[in-house]
């Protein structure tokens, strides 16, 4: 599979020009908070029914539900339901599961491989039985995923593990609350942490914990389950631990990193977008380098609209921890800044290869030089067309604006990373006017080598 992007000269298309709407309905899942608290995380430890509204249908989440339906024993209740009100960019979705008699505590490994997310089994399932299975991380290529952290808030909390053949195992006979400081701050640590610890006798505090939107809307959706969690959104967290939870219906926060793809894209073609369903407050450090870059944004309660007619500017960007620029933007900054008026620094704090995208980008005219974590940009007039594969999930997402920026038409293979994290990201472009397909064709490498 593949996709085909046309230009659209530099405007992404008349209907953008006039405030074209765009509903982002994909929620922070497959990308860290859906994986986090639709299901590995909580579920699998409250015995009552629990309903997910704004869920999303990733390639992600679509595997999300085998790992739980193959555990041993497992006999979970799902319904998931979507309520197209206008039509395919216009979707929410919601699931309803209980989990009151799922007995397994090892995640089928096949499946848990394709997810960069699988370790927050290992808290949900250790809360409620004492033991957990998981295979290693997978996901995208960025470079190791260490699970230290993770492992160190399981250890003191009174776990016992083990990392044997690729598979992480944790057991304990009791878990007890512990003061425990992050030695670098962890999104992954800091969610398992508070999973691992929701059930724990005593109190359990967590310092140089990360503070992204998603932390603490998970620590929300646990505490209207019935936990004690304070402090989330701040460097300390403290967890006092109950004897049991109750399941609720929540509603899952807007992704800001899909927001501000769309929000790139428009700034990119001169376009004129109107983003809604989003928290503009969750995307201001997106926001803030996009007006630096000579864009317009306007905020509104529950959406942002983004219009350029102007030259883009160059910037100086580094990627950091929230309420940093986050690194999951860099490489759509990256395609906007290869043809900003002038010289742009990237530096990237948090993945070691988080610039592969770059080798792409350079098939397209751009003039890019590479030093170990900095990438220096000299913006060129425009990008040409070109044969392009989707590296990693965010990769993938900008070679898609950067054939929309270029002149003519671009072919983009390996799109099974887009997919993992965008929710129907071609029906939603063609609904701002974008030329773009998704066709069953084999990868031109593959047919000249047979």
Known sequence: MLFIVNCISCDLCPYIRNSCRINC???????????????????????????????????DIRILYPCIFECVNSKLQVDIRYDSRCDSLHQHHLCNHTASHLTGTNVPDDLSRQMRASYYFLGALLSRFGKAQVAMPGGCNLGPRPIDQHLKVFSALGAEDSVDYGMITVRAKEMNGAHIFFDKVSVGATMNGMLSAVMAKGQTILENCAKEPHVVDLANFLNMCGANIRGAGTDVIKVRGVEKMHGCTYSIIPDQIEA???????????????????????????????????????????????????????????????PGFPTDMQPLMGVLL????????????????????????????????VDGQVAVFEGVDKLTPAPLRALDLRAGAAMVVAALMADGTSEIEEIGHIERGYENIVEKLRGLGADISKVERMPAALDQAL
Request: hydrophobic fraction near 40%.
């Open 338 to 369: 290869s043809v900003a008026k002038g010289t742009s620094t990237v530096t990237e704090s948090v993945w070691d290869n988080r610039f592969r995208y770059v080798d792409e980008l350079r098939k397209m005219g751009a003039n890019v030089q």
């Open 260 to 322: 501000g793809s769309y929000m790139v894209a428009a700034a990119a073609t001169g376009g004129d977008v109107l983003v809604k369903n989003v928290t503009p407050k969750h995307l201001e450090p997106i926001t803030e380098k996009l007006r630096r870059a000579g864009v317009e944004v306007e905020e509104f309660d529950d959406a942002v609209r983004v219009r350029r007619t102007g030259d883009i500017l160059p910037l100086k960007i580094n990627t950091m921890p929230h």
């Open 25 to 59: 309905d994909l929620y922070r899942a497959a990308l860290g908070n859906q994986i986090g608290i639709c299901s590995c995380d909580i579920f699998p430890f409250i015995h009552c029914l629990i309903s997910f509204r704004n869920l999303i249908g990733t390639n």
